[in-house]
C-alpha cells in the first residue's frame, strides 16, 4: 500500500533553514495534495500547508511568511522549507496525504500519514 | 491550546463501549465535516472517521462517528487492548482558513 517518510536533518541551528523531504512509496504523487503536519512537544496538532502535484500551494496563514512547500514528480518526494527558525519550530512534522476534492475544504480529510520525524531547533 | 476540545484521558475495560468528545465552534466543527484519526505508539496516524460519520474500508465498525451542533464523538465498542493509543479530531476553520486540530485523548484499555 502507499507509505509516506519523512526525511531530513534532526537538528537545526536557529535562524537556518528547516528542510524536510516525503517520500511517496507504492503510489504516485500525481492527483493528490500533500501536506506537512507538526507537533511541539507537549502541545496540539498545527497544519502547516499543502502542494498540489502540480505546484499550486496553500499556507497556514501564521506561517506563510516562513514557509514553501514544492513537489518533485519525478521523485515522488515534496519538500518543506522553513526558514528563520526558532526553538518553537522544534515539532515532530508529518507528511500526510489530502483526500475529497471538494470545492469547499470543508469536507477535505487527511487519509495518509507518515510517522512523524522530530528537529530540534537549538544551538 | 488546541482550538478543538478533547478530554484529555478516557479509560474502559476489554469489550466495553467508550465515547470521546470534541468540541468545536461555528467556524469550524458547525459549518464543516469533521474526521478523526487513531495514533498508536511507534506508527502513523490512522484515518477512523471521515465526514462525521462515514468510516474508510477496513475501518471495522466498532469504530463509528456522530455529530452534533459543534461538537463530534467518536464511539469504540468492544474494547480491546489494541486500542490504546492517542485519538484526535480535526476540522476545517473557515475563519482561521486553516484545519484545526483537538488536542488528542488518550484512550487506556
Known amino acids: 500500500q502507499v507509505q509516506l517518510h519523512e526525511s531530513g536533518p534532526g537538528l537545526v541551528k536557529p535562524s537556518e533553514t528547516l528542510s524536510l523531504t516525503c517520500t511517496v512509496s507504492?503510489?504516485?504523487?500525481?492527483?493528490?495534495?500533500w501536506s506537512w503536519i507538526r507537533q511541539p512537544p507537549g502541545k496540539g496538532l498545527e497544519w502547516i500547508g499543502y502542494?498540489?502535484?502540480?505546484?499550486?500551494?496553500n499556507y497556514n496563514p501564521s506561517l506563510e511568511n516562513r514557509i514553501t512547500i514544492s513537489v518533485d514528480k519525478s521523485k515522488n518526494q515534496f519538500s518543506l522549507r522553513l526558514t528563520s527558525t526558532t526553538a518553537a519550530d522544534t515539532a515532530v512534522y508529518y507528511c500526510?496525504?489530502?483526500?475529497?476534492?471538494?470545492?469547499?475544504?470543508?469536507?477535505?480529510?487527511?487519509?495518509?500519514w507518515g510517522r512523524g520525524t522530530l528537529v530540534t531547533v537549538s544551538s | 491550546q488546541s482550538v478543538l476540545t478533547q478530554p484529555p484521558s478516557a479509560s474502559a475495560t476489554p469489550g466495553q463501549r467508550v465515547t470521546i468528545s470534541c468540541s468545536g465552534s461555528g467556524s469550524n466543527i458547525g459549518s464543516n465535516f469533521a474526521s478523526w484519526y487513531q495514533h498508536l505508539p511507534g506508527t502513523a496516524p490512522k484515518l477512523l472517521v471521515l465526514?462525521?460519520?462515514q468510516r474508510p474500508s477496513g475501518v471495522p465498525d466498532r469504530f463509528s462517528g456522530s455529530k452534533s451542533g459543534t461538537s463530534v464523538s467518536l464511539a469504540i465498542s468492544g474494547l480491546r487492548s489494541e486500542d490504546e493509543g492517542d485519538y484526535f479530531c480535526?476540522?476545517?476553520?473557515?475563519?482561521?482558513?486553516?484545519?484545526?486540530f483537538g488536542g488528542g485523548t488518550k484512550l487506556i484499555v
Open positions: 465526514r462525521n460519520n
Open positions: 507504492n503510489g504516485s504523487i500525481s492527483v493528490y495534495y
Open positions: 480535526v476540522s476545517w476553520d473557515d475563519s482561521l482558513n486553516t484545519w484545526v
Open positions: 500526510a496525504r489530502l483526500s475529497d476534492y471538494s470545492p469547499h475544504k470543508g469536507s477535505w480529510y487527511f487519509d495518509l
Open positions: 502542494v498540489y502535484y502540480s505546484g499550486h500551494t
